[in-house]
Structure formats: structure tokens, C-alpha cells
């Protein structure tokens, strides 16, 4: 069972930065493919980036060259660091743990973009 607890979140303005964080418990955290997703209103959970235990990343397009994501296995913890914020980033941003057929989710943190 893995526990995931996102953070972070909260008000910005257009242009603004902002950096996601989500804490896991667990002592195999390392092997884990990890991701975040949002859920803006109105609209279907999407992919937004992933990291495998090895740290290679993937992104949607509409997020490459403004967030990044990372990982830090030895405080059991993966990021998303938000910049050039733009207001159809809007969303709950969801932690995601995957390792073969497991999936696990956080409960998600709000993000607004707006002025």
C-alpha cells in the first residue's frame, strides 16, 4: 500500500511559478513510475508528466519547456515545478504511483492561474 499526500498548490497569477510536491509512503518508493495529472472543471483527468525510477521524463506537449518534474527517492518524494503559469493550467493537480498492475493516487491539490 502506498500513501500519497500532494502540496503546493494554490493562487497565482498568469506568468507566476509554483512548485508541487508529493510525499509517499513506503520503502520501495524508488521503483515506483510516478506522475501527476489535473482535472480542470468541465473536463477529463489528463497525463500532464511522468518519471520512471530511472528518471527519465515524459510531458504533454502543451506543458514542455514551462514545468519539470523530478524525483527525490531518498526523501520519498516527487516534484513539479510550474513556470510561465498560463490560466488553462487551472486545475486539482493529482499524484499518481504505478508499479505494474498497482495505481495509486493522492487526494490532489487545487491550482488557479489567475489575475
Known amino acids: 500500500q502506498v500513501q500519497l499526500v500532494e502540496s503546493g498548490g494554490g493562487l497565482v497569477q498568469p506568468g507566476g511559478s509554483l512548485r508541487l510536491s508529493c510525499a509517499a509512503s513506503g520503502s520501495i518508493f524508488s521503483i515506483y513510475l510516478m506522475g501527476w495529472y489535473r482535472q480542470a472543471p468541465g473536463k477529463q483527468r489528463e497525463l500532464v508528466a511522468t518519471?520512471?525510477?530511472?528518471?527519465?521524463?515524459n510531458y504533454v506537449d502543451s506543458v514542455k519547456g514551462r514545468f519539470t518534474i523530478s524525483r527525490d527517492n531518498a526523501k520519498n518524494t516527487v516534484y513539479l515545478q510550474m513556470n510561465s503559469l498560463k490560466p488553462e493550467d487551472t486545475a486539482v493537480y493529482y499524484c499518481?504511483?504505478?508499479?505494474?498492475?498497482?495505481?495509486?493516487w493522492g487526494q490532489g491539490t487545487q491550482v488557479t492561474v489567475s489575475s
Open positions: 499518481r504511483a504505478a508499479l505494474v498492475n498497482l495505481v495509486y
Open positions: 518519471i520512471t525510477s530511472g528518471g527519465t521524463t
